[in-house]
């Protein structure tokens, strides 16, 4: 019998109408929940969707949940799915009110606290930062004697590296604290030098069925401060590498220690010069910024009908050998205001374009975008090898040669 599935948010962010394809795809009838207007809803999702319940704020728990109760009308639920981080906790409340089985709250809450999830994975062992949790400047303050230098600052339930800051010294600590002064709650943290890498990964019932490792060129909070960059994440062929291998076998005590059950985990991870693998931080949802569009590339598979069908049946049918290295790079225009031209295209393509499945610019004539608040930018390229070194050479060259001029 076909699962019915509550999915919180089905048209934003981009991805989501996407998964919610996914779940009708596999044959599951979807209850959608968001706070976009049902005529807002993207295609994709519309057309996958049984039913759609639009409320009015979708961050006031209580509401939400007596509001979808009304809406059920007894019928039962197989699953209460979310995948955008501000709803992971929501989805546990619901699963919790309504009777449906998957991640409890406090599972939930462990995966969107950094001070708590790093609390649980010290417990087992696992190598976290330094951290502590500040409500205020004192606490920051005895936070920084205890941790020392370097270090960083950070919202405790953040996304997008926003609010985000390092710290070498005094100085730089008290100007950060100034500009996180709006900040509920921070999470004061050792700075890791090092690579910084994810590990995503499918499961059902605790297993792993899919896993993936990107390489992220440069760390997104560089990327994120410099806007020069065209950040690329890099989905790596090979994962029995030995530094790989040590993320994931990190990544599996941490998917042990938090008791992940079924769905999808994007995890990220630090490799530090002396070889030493340390976590950073994880969620219980799929990495965002078109990054299961570069596992898909890496596999010719497709991990948004995969999840579905992992969530809805514990299996996952989708291919899991790894092709190629895939980079995404992800652009950003130069020069303010409306996109002109595009330069360097052309001749990119033609030295690389039979490795260059997906080339997504925003539009000559649209505005160009904030590039603080969005990751893709103004456009985002995919190149594919089974080489690494060609890969990246071909990622550089994206960042390098094409620029994408706004006036
Ligand atoms: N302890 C640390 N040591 C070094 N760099 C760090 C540390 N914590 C965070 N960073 C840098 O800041 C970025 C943002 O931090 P983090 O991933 O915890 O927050 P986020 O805002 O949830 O991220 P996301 O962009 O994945 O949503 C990291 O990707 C990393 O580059
Ligand atoms: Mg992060």
Known sequence: MAPNVLFLS????????LFTRGLSHVGARVFGVGDQPSSALPPEARTALS???QVGNLWDEQAVVAAVRGWLRGRSLERVECLWEPGVVLAARLRQA????G?????????R???LMKQALDRAG???????RARNAGEARAAMERIGFPLILKPIDGAGSADTYTARDAVEFERALALTRAVPELSVEEYIEGDEFTFDTICAHGEILFQNVCLYRPKPLVARLNEWVSSQSVALRDIDAPAVRQGRALGREVLRALGFESGYTHMEWFLTASGEAVFGEIGARAPGARL???????CDADYFAGWAEAVCYGRLSQPTHKKYNTACVFKRAVGQGRIRRYEGLDALLARYGEHIPVVDLNAIGSPRRDWKSSVVGDGWLVARHPNLEF???MADRIGTDLRIVAS
Do not use: I, Q, W
């Not at 089905?10 to 109408?17: D, R, T, V």
């Not at 309504?98 to 089985?101: E, I, K």
């Open 103 to 111: 991640m409890d709250v406090e599972t939930a809450t462990r995966f």
């Open 51 to 53: 039913d759609y319940l």
């Open 391 to 393: 890969t990246l050479e």
């Open 98 to 101: 309504l009777g449906a089985p």
């Open 10 to 17: 089905p048209g934003y962010p981009a991805e989501m109408p």
């Open 292 to 298: 299961v569009h570069g596992m898909n590339y890496s």
């Open 126 to 132: 696992v190598r976290t930062p330094k951290h502590a």
């Open 113 to 115: 606290d950094k001070e």
